[in-house]
Nanobody, 131 residues
Framework: QLQLVESGGGLVQPGGSMRLSCTASGFTLDEYAIGWFRQAPGKEREEVSCISSLEGMTYYANAVKGRFTVFKDASKNTMNLYLQMNRLKPEDTAIYYC??????????????????????WGQGTQVTVSS
């Protein structure tokens, strides 16, 4: 059973940096998309970034492009996903979630996957950007 656990959240000052981690245990997928989402108080959950099993295929929302970087590394049955967040702004304050979708890149697909298509979700980690 694939399980996702996020970590690395906390309080950071505007302009600061933070790295979030997402550990996916029981990870045996060959084709996948892994997304970072966030939900701020009173707002809908939005996708921030996505990374694919296809080399070099990433996605960033316009609000974070140039400030956030997604990357991953894998070991046997475990996938580690990271979100490096730089030049943080108060509007980046939210609960951040990672999610995994099994993909079939041999056929037609949406990229990044639509939010409701993701198969597995973590519990989230709070990021607060404030002075």
């Amino acid at each position: 059973q694939l399980q996702l656990v996020e970590s690395g959240g906390g309080l950071v000052q505007p302009g600061g940096s933070m790295r979030l981690s997402c550990t996916a245990s029981g990870f045996t997928l060959d084709e996948y998309a892994i997304g970072w989402f966030r939900q701020a108080p009173g707002k809908e959950r939005e996708e921030v970034s996505c990374i694919s099993s296809l080399e070099g295929m990433t996605y960033y929302a316009n609000a974070v492009k140039g400030r956030f970087t997604v990357f991953k590394d894998a070991s046997k049955n475990t996938m580690n996903l990271y979100l490096q967040m730089n030049r943080l702004k108060p509007e980046d304050t939210a609960i951040y979630y990672c999610a995994v979708k099994k993909m079939d890149y041999s056929g037609y697909y949406y990229y990044p996957p639509r939010q409701h298509e993701y198969d597995y979700w973590g519990q989230g980690t709070q990021v607060t950007v404030s002075s």
